[in-house]
Nanobody, 124 residues
Framework: QLQLVESGGGLVQPGGSLRLSCAAS????????IGWFRQAPGKEREGVSC????????NYADSVKGRFTISRDNARNTAYLQLDSLKPEDTAIYYC?????????????????WGQGTQVTVSS
């Protein structure tokens, strides 16, 4: 059974950092483009960052460029999202998703498989 499980969320003060993990089971993560998305209360789910299969090319939403870093460890079948310089507006549920494609997109419609999400709350 194909499954994605996110972890690493929590409560952090503005300016703080978190590292989110997305562990895959039932399939080889390295063959998939991976996306990270987030959804705040009352808002649409939006693309945050994504990473290509094979070549590791990345893409970021303008709102997180320079603060978030996506990566993957195919040997561990896990993808990561490093969140630095966090702001209150980063508060949301963060989801990872997988698409059996080489190139990634920041469009939730491109992704077939989703995790259940992990809550990130940025507050003093």
């Amino acid at each position: 059974q194909l499954q994605l499980v996110e972890s690493g969320g929590g409560l952090v003060q503005p300016g703080g950092s978190l590292r989110l993990s997305c562990a895959a089971s039932g399939f080889t993560l390295g063959r998939y483009a991976i996306g990270w998305f987030r959804q705040a209360p009352g808002k649409e789910r939006e693309g945050v960052s994504c990473i290509n299969a094979y070549d590791g090319g990345t893409n970021y939403a303008d709102s997180v460029k320079g603060r978030f870093t996506i990566s993957r460890d195919n040997a561990r079948n896990t993808a990561y999202l490093q969140l630095d310089s966090l702001k209150p507006e980063d508060t949301a549920i963060y989801y990872c998703a997988a698409d059996l494609a080489v190139r990634c997109f920041l469009d939730k419609r491109a992704y077939d498989y989703w995790g259940q999400g992990t809550q990130v709350t940025v507050s003093s």
